[in-house]
Structures are given as structure tokens and as C-alpha cells.
């Protein structure tokens, strides 16, 4: 038995050695084309979708996100409830938003995008947003009549939004901020652009300008973003729970319902494509290694003829076919992680949720390689079992 299995790995030995070297080169090449074929999408679809939920972190709802209880509109003593959520164990920062009810006018152009009134230095330590400006700068904490606003507020050219925007409003320039019987002027002190559409349609005032403004509204939030200093963050959100705080918590997942319809999607459209990615896959090898063992039914006769069992040299055609496998997937994992994902870090694809790299975790990569490996097994062994079972004289004289 051990001789017979030697066998066959000794016919499959001779077949690489005395097969061409360019046929050899193609097909490794068509192997790891194939492979990679089947791990690009995937990994571009779970970049965007890992892209676009650190950017609701990093931009909007933190970790962690706190609103007011069920028919509250503000979370009251918020300086209070900020520091016995900052003292919680595992939190890294946190910073309160108090929503601004006004209505922003520039030029006649009048929208009802969110203001918020923020401390400057509590959200740089929980938002991106202080990185993410495109012209002028961020608030600074004694701002007054000073505001910031989302590109899709300033609009211009190749703006999203820009139809519903301020269409090009520039630092330095007047807005106004209409309130119910009053109005106020703010000068834009810097536009912001995380690359989040919905991040980008947000304003921010300094909460010292709110607390002048309205003086109701002191000592008052709409809501409360939360950093965490570790990746579990369910162990913070129970600490903070356990404050009895009144307010309703959140993880960042159950504050953004649309990013989960989007992720839903984006999931089940990876699922289509995979399994396409996988019949042409399988369709591509079969047609490489059925080629292959078709141009070797003289060779497969002669064997035949010899003595050597159909068997055995079926299994050495398995064994083929692994070995076209095994390479393919090693040259396409290089090409991969050392080509591809290198480029696409230092170039990522500009999407209007987010830039998107190339992510591929251990689980995917292992099954679309054992995806590629029982394609090719099976593509071996279909061929190879219909050539053996022909008349031993066809397949010497090629008939």
C-alpha cells in the first residue's frame, strides 16, 4: 500500500518535471489569479464596511453613546455625570453635545442641519473631526461668534450634497444662526470633511457661546460620546450602566440603525459575489487542469499499459492538482499582502462613507483557500477518472 502511495507521488513528480515550463508557469499564474479573484471583493467589501463603523466612532457616537431618558430632553447635571463616567474604568474620554435649536441662513440659502454646542477640548479627545479640517481651524474653547461647519454645509465643486448646501461658502464669511424670534451671526471659522457624508452635514459652536445664548441650557446635553480605552466594550457599557445614570446608553452599534441596514447589505452582496467568484474559479481550473490531463492521455495510456493502476494514476492527478493549488494560493497570498494591500493602504478607494482598504480576516482567508484546493481536487480527479476509464489503445493512439 506505502509503495503504491509512493507511486503516485513519484508519477506526479515526473509530471512536473517533464511537463513544459511555461504550461507549469500559466497555470501557477491562473491559480493565483483565480485566488486572488476570490479574496479581493471580499476583503474590499469588509474594508468598506470596517471603514465606515470607525468612522460613526471616530466622528459621531464614540464607543459609547448616552441620550436622554425617554421623554427628557436633555441630560441634566451633565458636568456631573461627566465626571463619574470619566472616573469608570476602561473610559478614555468622553465629551457632551447640546443640540443647537436654530436654523443656519447664508446668502438667502437657509437649511436644518444639525448644530451642536460642544467643549472644543473634551471632543478633540473622542472625535477626528479637529483632524479632518479642509480650511480655516477648529473651535478653540473661549470661541464666541465663531462656528465650524461640514463641507456638505459649505458645498462647492464635487461636493455630495452641494444642490442642498451653502454652494461654496468660504472661512471668514457670515452665517446666521435663526432662532425662534432671534437670530445671531457667527463668522466660519474652518470647514471640516471626515469623508462621511453624514458626519459632514453637522455644525459645531462652542458650548460658552450656547450658555450666552440660551442660558436654559447650561449644565445641559443632548447627548454624551464616550471613548473607550479598550476593544471590549461591553464591560464599560455595564460599569456605566451601573451608575443608574438618567439617561439611555448605547453601544455605537445599536446608535446607528442605517449603517446596519448598509452593512446587511454589503454583507449578502459579498455573499453573491463570492459564490460567482467561486463557480468561475472552479470553471477556470477545471478547463486549466482538464487541458492539462488531455494532453497526457498518450502518457496516461503508456502507464496503463504497463501495468500501473487506474487508481493510482488518478490519485497522482489529485496530487497534481493540490500541488497547481497550493502554489497558486502561496504566489496569490504574496501578491496579495505584499502588493495589493500595501497599495490600496497608501491609496485606499475614496468612497463618500469612508477611504476603504483592503481587510481580509484569518477565517475568510483559510476558506477561500480551501475553497481553491477542493475546486482543484475535484477538477483533478473528474478528468483524469473519465480518461482512465477509456480503451487502453484510444488513449495511446490519442482517439
Not at 89 to 102: I, W
Not at 131 to 150: A, P, R, Y
Not at 307 to 315: A, L
Not at 369 to 388: D, F
Amino acid at each position: 500500500m506505502k509503495s503504491q502511495a509512493r507511486l503516485s507521488f513519484y508519477l506526479t513528480l515526473k509530471y512536473l518535471q517533464r511537463g513544459r515550463k511555461w504550461t507549469l508557469v500559466l497555470i501557477f499564474i491562473l491559480m493565483s489569479v483565480a485566488f486572488v479573484n476570490l479574496i479581493f471583493i471580499s476583503s474590499l467589501f469588509t474594508g468598506i464596511i470596517d471603514g465606515a463603523n470607525k468612522q460613526i466612532v471616530d466622528t459621531m457616537t464614540g464607543n459609547i453613546y448616552m441620550t436622554p431618558s425617554d421623554g427628557q430632553d436633555f441630560i441634566n447635571n451633565k458636568d456631573n455625570v461627566l465626571k463619574k463616567i470619566a472616573d469608570v474604568n476602561g473610559v478614555k474620554s468622553v465629551s457632551a453635545r447640546t443640540q443647537v435649536p436654530a436654523r443656519l441662513s447664508y446668502k438667502n440659502i437657509r437649511g436644518n442641519w444639525q448644530i451642536l454646542a460642544i467643549n472644543p477640548e473634551n471632543e478633540k479627545q473622542v472625535s477626528i473631526v479637529a483632524d479632518k479640517m479642509i480650511e480655516g481651524s477648529f473651535l478653540n474653547v473661549d470661541d464666541e461668534n465663531q462656528i465650524v461647519v461640514g463641507r456638505q454645509i459649505a458645498g462647492g465643486d464635487n461636493v455630495e450634497e452641494n444642490a442642498f448646501s451653502f454652494k461654496g461658502a468660504k472661512v471668514g464669511e457670515k452665517v446666521t444662526l435663526l432662532f425662534d424670534g432671534m437670530s445671531e451671526e457667527f463668522t466660519i471659522k474652518g470647514i471640516f470633511n471626515t469623508k462621511f457624508v453624514e458626519s459632514d452635514k453637522r455644525a459645531f459652536i462652542s458650548e460658552k457661546e450656547l450658555n450666552k445664548l440660551i442660558p436654559s441650557t447650561k449644565d445641559k446635553a443632548s447627548m454624551i460620546a464616550i471613548k473607550t480605552d479598550t476593544k471590549d466594550e461591553t464591560k464599560v457599557l455595564d460599569r456605566i450602566k451601573a451608575l443608574n445614570l438618567d439617561a439611555n446608553i448605547y453601544s455605537w452599534q445599536e446608535a446607528t440603525g442605517l449603517m446596519k441596514s448598509v452593512a446587511s447589505s454589503f454583507l449578502n452582496v459579498n455573499v453573491l459575489i463570492t459564490l460567482v467568484g467561486i463557480l468561475i474559479t472552479a470553471v477556470t481550473v477545471f478547463i486549466v487542469i482538464y487541458v492539462d490531463i488531455v494532453n497526457k492521455r498518450k502518457q496516461i495510456g503508456i502507464l496503463r499499459a504497463i501495468g500501473i493502476k487506474p487508481y493510482i494514476i488518478i490519485s497522482s492527478y489529485v496530487i497534481l492538482s493540490a500541488v497547481y493549488s497550493v502554489i497558486g494560493v502561496l504566489i496569490g497570498s504574496v501578491v496579495f499582502y505584499f502588493v495589493l494591500v500595501p497599495y490600496f493602504n497608501a491609496h485606499p478607494f475614496s468612497l463618500p462613507i469612508c477611504d476603504a482598504t483592503l481587510i481580509l480576516s484569518k477565517a475568510d482567508y483559510i476558506s477561500r483557500a480551501e475553497m481553491i484546493m477542493w475546486v482543484s481536487v475535484i477538477s483533478g480527479l473528474i478528468p483524469s477518472a473519465i480518461i482512465t476509464r477509456t480503451k487502453m489503445l484510444d488513449a495511446i493512439s490519442g482517439r
